[in-house]
């Protein structure tokens, strides 16, 4: 089945204390990016990558890190998580025909940073 | 820049009652349009899309949409609803001159009371 594959679903941790959240999807799939869902502000895009070892700034960066040294996996690293960065995350997926193929995401991953 | 605009947070709605949830989108150029839905603890799935001909376009569970460039909007309508349909909806466009971007709605919450 193809799928994007998000871990964990919940996390709760405590400020500066540095975690991973896991991405990875079976589609084979040049295009991964992150996003963050916050109640009344919709998704806002906090990195992306073209395709392996290519990376750039989404909208909301800051606090966050990425790598993509594989097609499949698209970690997204919070070095020192702090309250703000409490929310709900989603990693998503497209085709090579990136503006007009749909995205593909996971299921999110809520976290939550006290 | 791209902006998308969803005119409404919430749509209460009864069962078997038609329905329009509203989308405006502001951009320079041309741009892909699609409707999302999530429903509730999963990630976005995708409706609908938009990349050009016929601007009447048809997605899954029975919904359509209507893209008018004139009017920079892209509304979705289903003309009867079910419980099922319960859920949320974003309206998000691609832009072909910045192929990592994907700029999004900040929702609009369907409600479909018995």
């Known amino acids: 089945e193809a799928q994007v594959t998000q871990n964990p679903r919940y996390l709760i941790t405590v400020t500066g204390k540095k975690l991973t959240v896991t991405c990875s999807q079976n589609m084979n799939h040049e295009y991964m990016s992150w996003y963050r869902q916050d109640p009344g502000l919709g998704l806002r895009q906090i990195y992306y990558?073209?395709?392996?070892?290519?990376?750039d700034k989404g909208d909301v960066p800051e606090g966050y890190k990425v790598s993509r040294k594989e097609k499949r996996n698209f970690p997204l690293i919070l070095e020192s998580p702090s309250p703000n960065q409490t929310s709900l995350y989603f990693c998503?997926?497209?085709?090579?025909?990136?503006?007009?193929?749909?995205?593909?995401f996971g299921n999110g991953t809520r976290l939550t940073v006290t | 820049a791209q902006s998308v605009t969803q005119l409404d947070s919430q749509v209460p709605v009864f069962e078997e009652a038609p329905v329009e949830l509203r989308c405006n989108y502001s951009?320079?150029?041309?741009?892909?349009l699609f409707w999302y839905v999530q429903y509730p603890n999963q990630g976005l799935q995708l409706l609908l899309k938009?990349?050009?001909?016929?601007?009447l376009v048809k997605g899954i569970n029975g919904f359509e949409a209507e893209f008018n460039k004139s009017q920079t909007s892209f509304h979705l309508r289903k003309p009867s609803v079910h419980i099922s349909d319960t859920a949320e909806y974003f309206c998000?466009?691609?832009?072909?001159?910045?192929?990592?971007?994907?700029?999004f709605g900040d929702g609009t919450t369907l409600t479909v009371k018995p």
């Open positions: 998000a466009v691609s832009d072909p001159t910045n192929a990592g971007k994907s700029t």
């Open positions: 938009y990349l050009s001909g016929s601007t």
């Open positions: 998503a997926s497209s085709g090579s025909r990136r503006v007009e193929s749909p995205l593909h």
């Open positions: 951009s320079s150029v041309s741009v892909y």
């Open positions: 990558s073209m395709n392996v070892e290519v990376t």
